[in-house]
């Protein structure tokens, strides 16, 4: 095991690792929850989504970790799963199973992308001020989830009309519910932790709010705590792409086939700067993307290093979890919490991917872990990351708006993939108002344009 995973030279062992991998794991299994309740909206059996969401996790989260031997965890994408079911199926009429269609096809196009190692000539072609905007606004947006997920925030239409309006106005709840008091527990507790240097902060940590979350009646013990009836209802959903509907109605009406063109560019994108957006804004605290690790892509053989293999295992769980029944499978932020914890290699993924093969049977103990829990994780992980932006050069104004722009858009817009858009498109503009245009990558030139096209047609 120590050979495989090069524990020693990564400067790790096994303890640390199962701790890294067991921390990713809490703090994403809410994952197997929302999953099949936002995809249950366009008409999919909500019991087998959740199997196939386990699986999808499982495969993705292994994969990468024997492929790649980089801690990482893959699942079905948060805000790719609202895309798939509120835009797709509910707004453009598609049913699911050509829902699943096209992020088969997406997985498909990501592989070949990934094969002629577009994917990272992209990487290695993002300046250093994009890089550590990215880091940056990955902290906030992750801290920002601690906090929506931990029931510290509350939103309103008015500050005197509280409700869960899609447009409103965030503010603070009252400390006296319970919910927010097992979120504040756990971050002192986090907090009191980390600056003691304790071993295994962030593990213990969602112990101890868990039993507070108990104590307090915010969670509960299950009255069952085994059942297999998810696994059965898996084949209500997957496989059904293949089908018609599905592949076999998808390109039957030509008048679609301008919005199917758009909805697959819509889901490469997204997908492909998530996964990137993420191992950027993570990669300096595993040391997967110094400088060296760069240059390394540029001139190594295609699938040699272990970025390329990441995103080899990212887009292939894509294309598996369609095939099983979910929405497109990415590399999830939240593995920053096992990273973190001292996590280096592809072990902590597999701990994490066993820990949530055992979900299968074993749902609703699982459910024991409330999200308060993990939030105050998100939130130390959170500012950990934003450290980047001291070595962003504020005093450059072509590196500071593009910067700033990737930051704050982040967690404006609940999404990684609209703050790299608008620090690719800030930072061409800049960069050609100062007169450097020549010293910007061609490629981002490119994926500026393409995302300021996706944003316009997207009507956003």
Known sequence: ?????????????????????????????????????????????????????????????????????????????????????????????????????????????GIIITATRLRSAIIAAVPEPLRLAIGAGIGLFIAYIGLKQGGILKFANTHDEWTAGAEAIPGLVSFTDTTALVTLIGLAVTAALVVLKVRGALFISIIASTV????????????????????????????????????????????????????????????????????????????????????????????????????????????????????????????????????KTGLSSLITAAAFLLCLPFASLIDIVPAQATAPILVIVGVLMVGNVSKIKWDDFSDALPAFLTIIIMPMSYSITNGVAFGFMAYCLTKAAKGDAKKVHPLIYIFAALFLLNLVMSGR
């Open 1 to 109: 095991m120590d050979k495989f995973f090069k524990l020693k030279d990564k400067g790790t062992n096994i303890r640390t690792e199962a701790i890294a991998g067991f921390t990713t794991f809490f703090a994403m299994a809410y994952v197997i929850f929302v999953n099949p309740e936002i995809l249950s909206v366009t008409g999919m059996n909500k019991s087998g989504v959740f199997a196939a969401t386990v699986l999808a996790t499982v495969i993705g989260t292994a994969l990468i970790g024997l492929l790649a031997n980089i801690p990482y965890a893959l699942a079905p994408g948060m805000g790719l799963n609202a895309f798939f079911a509120y835009t797709i199926c509910i707004g453009m009429g598609f049913v699911w199973q050509e829902a699943l269609a096209m992020v088969f096809i997406s997985g498909i196009i």
């Open 212 to 343: 507070a979350a108990l104590s307090l009646g915010v969670t509960s013990l299950p009255d069952t705590l085994f059942s297999v009836s998810a696994i059965g209802d898996i084949d209500k959903v997957a496989f059904k792409l293949f089908g018609n509907p599905g592949l076999g109605s998808l390109f039957g009406d030509t008048s679609r086939l301008f919005s199917i063109i758009v909805t697959l560019t819509a889901l490469v994108l997204t997908s492909m700067f998530d996964t990137i957006g993420t191992f950027l804004g993570t990669g300096a605290r595993t040391g997967i993307f110094t400088d060296e690790n760069l240059k390394e892509m540029r001139e190594s053989k295609p699938f040699s290093t272990p970025i390329e293999r990441g995103l080899f295992a990212d887009v292939t769980a894509t294309t598996a979890g369609s095939m099983l029944g979910t929405s497109n499978v990415t590399t999830y932020v939240e593995s920053a919490a096992g990273i973190g914890e001292g996590g």
